[in-house]
Each structure stands twice: as structure tokens, then as C-alpha cells.
């Protein structure tokens, strides 16, 4: 393992995750792997919605509420984007009696965005008429680069049609974000700010981490400054900790963390009085979240492997 801390060694094996995370004969593998479950768990809540909520209900026990992601990315057909969205209308339903203690986070490519931007943006149009009739929140996921044209323009024909209950993510390290946040404040609309969790190329992504957090930093402080209710999506504690000296109430804003990464932090926010919020993924189709997870911490790596390695391969 002392290769993960050779200089450069990381980058490569960031990189190497990440290309993993969309091999189907790798997901194939681990998803039926007896112990793929187990180790997945660190990070997914569990496959079924019942399990989900039960952690939703632990994370309010500790004053975190939850944004519940439906796990899905491999949907290469209609019938497949339709039973996506059956299950997000659904999901809302469950929902419905949390409030804004736990709302919805979905990926555009769930609802078909690669078969079609039409029909993905029909589908977010059903979603999010279902959400209004319950008075619920969906914030769109953002992916890779090769989505985020599409993404931005469904969800802004779906502003357009006056859907104010949805939210979109914009990635620190992409290169364009700065004009996508400064379209986000001609909207009003509600944006959660990340890092970025895809490899990207350097001609649209900055491929040093510095520049990143710096521009993180800049974004998130003009999303503060004029932007509605932002959430700053990181577990980085020194981006964290300069927010917290910025003259800003606490109640305009939300850090929000995924489900599983730096709980201790999470629970220290909370208690400090600021308002927190946990992405909870749950679903059968955990395979490519897995790999993000790992790829953003090559010590996770180790954790894994050491988890499979006690067991013999099934
Ligand atoms: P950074 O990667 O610099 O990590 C800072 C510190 O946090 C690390 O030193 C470590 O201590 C801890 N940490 C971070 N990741 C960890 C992990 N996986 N395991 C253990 N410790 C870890 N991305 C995207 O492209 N589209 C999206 O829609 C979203 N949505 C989203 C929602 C929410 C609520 C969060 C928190 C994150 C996302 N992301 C995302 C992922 C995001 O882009 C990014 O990859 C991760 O948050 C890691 O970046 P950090 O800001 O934490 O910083």
C-alpha cells in the first residue's frame, strides 16, 4: 500500500478508479460478490428504501437532515428511464411525510438522458409536478462533462415552466462554472456547489486540486453573498472552516456531506448550530457511487481491500 502515498501515485490511481467505475463486467462483479454489499455500505445506506429511511431517521436523531438519492446510472432505454421514473414518483410519495427533512437528489441520465434530452426532460417535468403536489424539493445531480450543457438547459426549460421546487449542482472544477453561477443568480434558484467527482479533461476541468478549492472558495463565497439558500456540498474542513468566519447567518445556507464521509464532522456542524444536510444514496445499482467514493480517498482503497482479502473470493 505505500505506493497510494508516492507523489503522482494518487492522481493515477484516482484516475485508474474512476475509468473502473464504468466497467459493467467489474460492477457485475462486485454487486454479486458476497462481500460487495458489505463493504458498500460504508457509503450506500442499503438497497431498499426501507433501509434508507432508517438512516434518514438516525441522521434526525443527530439534528442532519438527508437527501435520499435512488441509485441508477446504467439506464439505456425507455422502459428503463420509465421505470426510473415510476420509482422517483414513488420515492416522493415516501417522502412526502418528512418535509424538508429530507428531500430528493436525482441523476438526469436515470430519467434518459442519453436516449433522449426530450424525454429526460419529460420525465423531470412528471417528477416535479409529483413534487409540488407534495411540497417537496428534487435537486438534479450534476454529471460528467458531456452532460452539463443538457442538464442546465432541462433545468432551465423546467424553471421556465415555473418549477421553483428544484435545485441544481455546479462543479468547482469545471472551468465554465463561474458563468453557470453567475446564470444560477440571475435565476434565484438554489444551487449546491461541489468539487467535481468525474475525470475530467485539463481543456475543461482545472487538473490541479488548488486551483479547484480556490475557485470552490471564490464561487462559494459569491453564492453566499447573493445567491438563495446555496448548499456548500464538502467535507474539506479548511474550506469549512473559513465559511464559518464569513459574516453569514447560518439559517441562509446548508453544508451538506455524503452519507458515510466524515460523520464525526457532520454531527460537530450540527451541534455548532449550523444547518446540515447527509446525501444519502440507497439502491441495487451502487457500483459506479462506490468507485466516485474511492477515487475521491485512496485510503478508502485499503479499507476495501482489506475487507474483501479476509475473505476468500466467491
Ligand atoms: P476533498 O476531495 O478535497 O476532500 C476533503 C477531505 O474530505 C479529505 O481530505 C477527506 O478527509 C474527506 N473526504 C472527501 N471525500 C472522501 C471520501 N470519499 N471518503 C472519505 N473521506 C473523504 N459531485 C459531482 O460531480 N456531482 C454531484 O452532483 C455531486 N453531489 C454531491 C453532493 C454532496 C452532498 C457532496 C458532499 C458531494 C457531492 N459530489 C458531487 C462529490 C464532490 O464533487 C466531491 O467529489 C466530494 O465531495 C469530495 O470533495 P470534497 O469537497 O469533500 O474535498
Known sequence: MTALH?????????????????????????????????????????????????????????????????????????????????????LLQRLAPLGPACNLSLKLTQLGLDISPSLAEQNLLRVL?????????????MEDSHHTTATLKIFQAAWAAGHRNCGIVLQAY???TQRDVDMALELGCRVRLCKGAYAEPASVAFANKTE???????????????????????????????VKLWPIDPQQFEFQM????????????????????????????????????????????RFFLATLLKEPFG
Open 258 to 301: 455524503l452519507y458515510g464521509v466524515r460523520p464525526e464532522l457532520q454531527r460537530r456542524l450540527a451541534q455548532e448550530g449550523f444547518r446540515v444536510r447527509a446525501y444519502v444514496p440507497f439502491g441495487v445499482d451502487w457500483y459506479a457511487y462506490f468507485m466516485r467514493r474511492l477515487a475521491e480517498r485512496p485510503a478508502n482503497l
Open 6 to 90: 508516492v507523489p503522482g501515485a494518487d492522481n493515477l490511481l484516482r484516475g485508474s478508479l474512476l475509468h473502473a467505475s464504468e466497467n459493467q463486467a467489474l460492477a457485475h462483479w462486485l454487486t454479486h460478490h458476497p462481500l460487495g454489499r458489505q463493504v458498500a455500505s460504508r457509503f450506500v445506506a442499503g438497497e431498499s428504501i426501507e433501509q434508507a429511511l432508517d438512516a434518514v431517521a438516525a441522521l434526525a436523531r443527530t439534528g442532519i437532515t438527508a437527501t435520499l438519492d435512488h441509485l441508477g446510472e446504467t439506464v439505456r432505454d425507455a422502459p428503463q428511464a420509465e421505470a426510473a421514473t415510476l420509482a422517483e414518483l414513488d
Open 174 to 176: 469545471l472551468h465554465r
Open 212 to 242: 479547484t478549492d480556490e475557485n470552490y472558495v471564490a464561487l462559494a463565497w459569491k453564492l453566499l453573498a447573493r445567491g438563495y439558500y446555496p448548499a456548500l456540498a464538502t467535507h474539506d474542513e479548511r474550506i469549512i472552516n473559513r
Open 129 to 141: 409536478a409529483r413534487a409540488g403536489e407534495v411540497d417537496q424539493f428534487v435537486r438534479l445531480d
